[in-house]
Nanobody, 123 residues
Framework: QVQLVESGGGLVQAGGSLRLSCAASGRAFGTYGMGWFRQAPGKEREFVTAISQSGRTTYYRPSVKGRFTISRDNGKNTVYLQMNSLKPEDTAVYYC????????????????WGQGTQVTVSS
C-alpha cells in the first residue's frame, strides 16, 4: 500500500511558476513508476507526465513539454513537478499517481492516487 500526498498548488499569474511535490508513504518507493495527471472542471482526467522507477526515463504530454519537468528523489520518497511558463489552460486539479509498471502514461496503469492539489493560472 502506498499513500500519496500532493502539495504546492496555488494561484499564479500566467507566465509564472509553481513546484508541486508528492510525498509517498511506505517502503519501496523506488519500485514504482510515478506520474502526474490533471483534471479541469467538466473534463476528463488527463496524463501530464511520468517518470520511471530509476528516474532515467520521462514522458510528457506535448502541450507541457519544455515547460514542465518531472523529477524524483527516491531517498526522500518524493516526486516533483516543476511548472514554468504557466498558462490559463494549465488550470486544473493535479494528481500524483504510483504504479507498478516501470513507467506508464495511461490512467488505469496506476494503482495509487493522491487527493490532488489545485493549480489556478490567471490571465
Amino acid at each position: 500500500q502506498v499513500q500519496l500526498v500532493e502539495s504546492g498548488g496555488g494561484l499564479v499569474q500566467a507566465g509564472g511558476s509553481l513546484r508541486l511535490s508528492c510525498a509517498a508513504s511506505g517502503r519501496a518507493f523506488g519500485t514504482y513508476g510515478m506520474g502526474w495527471f490533471r483534471q479541469a472542471p467538466g473534463k476528463e482526467r488527463e496524463f501530464v507526465t511520468a517518470i520511471s522507477q530509476s528516474g532515467r526515463t520521462t514522458y510528457y504530454r506535448p502541450s507541457v513539454k519544455g515547460r514542465f519537468t518531472i523529477s524524483r528523489d527516491n531517498g526522500k520518497n518524493t516526486v516533483y513537478l516543476q511548472m514554468n511558463s504557466l498558462k490559463p489552460e494549465d488550470t486544473a486539479v493535479y494528481y500524483c499517481a504510483a504504479g507498478q509498471r516501470e513507467i506508464a502514461t495511461v490512467r488505469n496503469e496506476y494503482d495509487y492516487w493522491g487527493q490532488g492539489t489545485q493549480v489556478t493560472v490567471s490571465s
